[in-house]
């Protein structure tokens, strides 16, 4: 066990949950209950955690010597020498290779969807990982590549583009909620941290935290009130506040805990958020499955 602790740090598993996106198209056009379809985004789900796992090994290897330097970064399997680059570098073939052998088997759509993932995380890490602004758009995008993928499993009957607009809105929040208690916590002219920090300021993030959280509040009002695929009833109405409470527990949690740089954690820690997504989940559930 203290062989592999190393391995699964590097592989970071508590970050998998972001791939959840993939099961929107399952649950929002009402295929929870279909066998085939579960088992399949299940799959998917679990090719997206391996080709991830891969990206963040290729990650740690490319951020190698600003790890080192890096007061909490440092402490990484790679950046502290618990696991050596040679290892690492197989670890990732490996699971780049299983991913997208699987995955074409799986459906080409969601192939195609792990070679765009591919692609822009190049992109990301290579040339706009230090792009301010930028930075956090490419990762709305690969939000949306989540989403694609799980569409990309089922057959879906109309799938609402307001569920494009409330992920990559999503993204956002969290990516920028992340910059700006990453600026809070670091002192950026003393450490060696994300060099795009420079160039962003707190009344900045503020300002754009404000946008996509008020965004994502009315683009997800909307789908409730004109989704394709939901029932007549407007039971999804119910969902706003818990939504609305969602967003602002998570901004007070970046702003008055400053907790924020850990999405994660939060996810895994923070009980009142913890049961706003559970009952988020059970209205949706009862609305969709079980009502009329």
């Keep these: 066990m203290t062989v592999i602790k190393p391995y699964l740090k590097l592989i970071r598993p508590k970050q998998w949950a972001k791939n ?18 579960f088992l399949k985004t299940l799959a998917g789900f679990a090719l997206l955690c391996a080709l991830y796992a891969a990206t963040y090994i290729f990650n740690d290897l490319n951020d190698l010597e600003a790890d080192r330097a890096h007061p909490k970064k440092k402490n990484r399997p790679l950046a502290n020498g618990e696991v050596p680059p040679v290892n690492a570098i197989i670890l990732a073939l490996a699971l780049t290779a299983v991913s997208l052998c699987l995955g ?72 920028f909620g992340k ?66 409470y969602g967003i602002f527990r998570y901004q007070y949690l970046i702003y008055q805990e400053n907790e924020g740089d850990a999405p994660e954690e939060i996810l895994l820690s923070d009980r009142p958020f913890q049961a706003t997504l559970l009952i988020y989940a059970a209205i949706v559930v009862y609305a969709l499955y079980f009502h009329g």
């Design 20 to 37: 959840v996106f993939i099961f929107i198209p399952l649950v929002f056009d009402g295929q929870l209950r279909l066998k085939s379809s």
């Design 104 to 175: 074409f088997q799986l459906s080409l759509g969601f192939f195609q969807a792990e070679l765009a993932i591919i692609t822009i995380n190049i992109i990301y890490t290579k040339f706009l990982k230090n792009e301010v602004i930028v930075d956090v758009i490419l990762i709305g995008c690969l939000f949306i590549l989540r989403v694609i993928a799980g569409l990309s499993l089922i057959s879906v009957k109309v799938f609402s583009p307001w569920l494009y607009l409330m992920t990559f809105m999503i993204a956002l929040f969290l990516g």
């Design 179 to 244: 910059r700006r208690s990453e600026m809070i916590r670091t002192d950026i002219e003393k450490d060696v941290v994300r060099p795009a920090l420079s160039r962003y300021s707190v009344t900045l993030l503020d300002q754009l935290i404000t946008i996509v959280s008020s965004i994502t509040i009315l683009s997800y009002s909307l789908y409730t009130f004109s989704g394709p695929t939901l029932p007549g009833n407007n039971l999804m109405m119910l969902t706003i506040p818990v939504v609305v």
